[in-house]
């Protein structure tokens, strides 16, 4: 009876290494892509009438606040209830995949409404809830 079968690996797969200036420049990008689309997300909040040009123009108003997409792109702008479920992170990964595609999709979380809290004032509450264990409904 054979024993059990021993390969080898003749090729190792190479995880490359950033350079402490390319780490460098790439967490800088992340940060100021956070940055950026806060600030788109917020003034969505404050007027609709950023919402709206950015649903007419979403170039424009995307190189507006530094978020720049390759000339002749497609993009896309989708406006989401919070779940709690999205995160900067995502948007960032569907920004990336934008820059390599050149298709876009933009994700702006809907403003949350003022309605009475259950303490008896009034606060945001989204329209689903957002938070775990929920602290509305248990």
């Known amino acids: 009876m054979p024993g059990p079968r021993v390969t080898r690996l003749t090729r190792l797969t190479r995880v490359p290494r950033l350079s402490p ?12 892509f956070r940055s950026a689309y806060g600030k788109l997300v917020a003034a969505t909040w404050q007027d609709s009438k950023v919402l709206a040009a950015l649903k007419k123009n979403p170039a424009r108003v995307l190189a507006k606040y530094g978020l720049h997409t390759k000339p002749g792109a497609k993009i896309n702008v989708e406006v989401v209830a919070p779940t709690g479920y999205g995160s900067v992170e995502s948007q960032q990964a ?6 390599s595609k050149g298709v876009y999709t ?15 004032g009034i606060g945001p509450v989204a329209d689903s809830c957002c938070c775990t264990p929920c602290c509305c409904c248990t």
């Open 106 to 120: 933009v994700y702006i979380p809907s403003k949350l409404k003022a309605r009475p809290s259950i303490g008896g």
């Open 94 to 99: 569907a920004w990336a995949l934008g820059q």
């Open 21 to 32: 200036r390319l780490l460098n420049a790439k967490l800088n990008h992340d940060r100021l």
